[in-house]
C-alpha cells in the first residue's frame, strides 16, 4: 500500500496521464489495463470536442471500475486575496499558484 498527494491537474488528460497511465513514471500502483491506455491515446489525439469527452468518460469509468487506486478523499482549497495583493504572472494550474505564491505575489502599499 501507497499513500501519495497528487495535485488537480488542468485537464482530464494531464491528471489520467500522469498518475494511471501504464508508461507514467508516477503512475503509484503499477496499474496497466490496455483498454485504459488505448483509449487515452485516442482521445489525446480526437478533434471532436464531445468525442474526446466521451473517451475521457469511459477511461474514468475504467479506472472507477478497475483501476488501482483509493480514493479516500478530496482537498478543499480555499485562496482568498485582498486588493492589496499585486498578483504577477499567475498560475492556476495549482493551488497558490502553482506553489510560487512567495515568488509571485507582491503586496502593494
Given at each position: 500500500m501507497v499513500m501519495c498527494y497528487s495535485s488537480?491537474?488542468?485537464t482530464a488528460d494531464w491528471m489520467l496521464s500522469t498518475a494511471y497511465a501504464a508508461d507514467s513514471p508516477w503512475?503509484?500502483?503499477f496499474w496497466k489495463h490496455e483498454r485504459f491506455n488505448m483509449l487515452l491515446r485516442q482521445a489525446r489525439a480526437e478533434l471532436n470536442e464531445?468525442?474526446?469527452c466521451e473517451l475521457y468518460m469511459e477511461c474514468q469509468r475504467i479506472l472507477h471500475q478497475e483501476g488501482g487506486v483509493i480514493i479516500p478523499m478530496?482537498?478543499?482549497?480555499?485562496?482568498?486575496?485582498?486588493?492589496r495583493l499585486n498578483i504577477k504572472n499567475p498560475a492556476g494550474n495549482w493551488e497558490m499558484h502553482g506553489h510560487r505564491a512567495?515568488?509571485?505575489w507582491l503586496f502593494a502599499s
Open positions: 488537480g491537474r488542468a503512475n503509484d500502483t464531445a468525442k474526446r478530496f482537498a478543499n482549497i480555499v485562496e482568498v486575496a485582498s486588493r512567495a515568488e509571485r
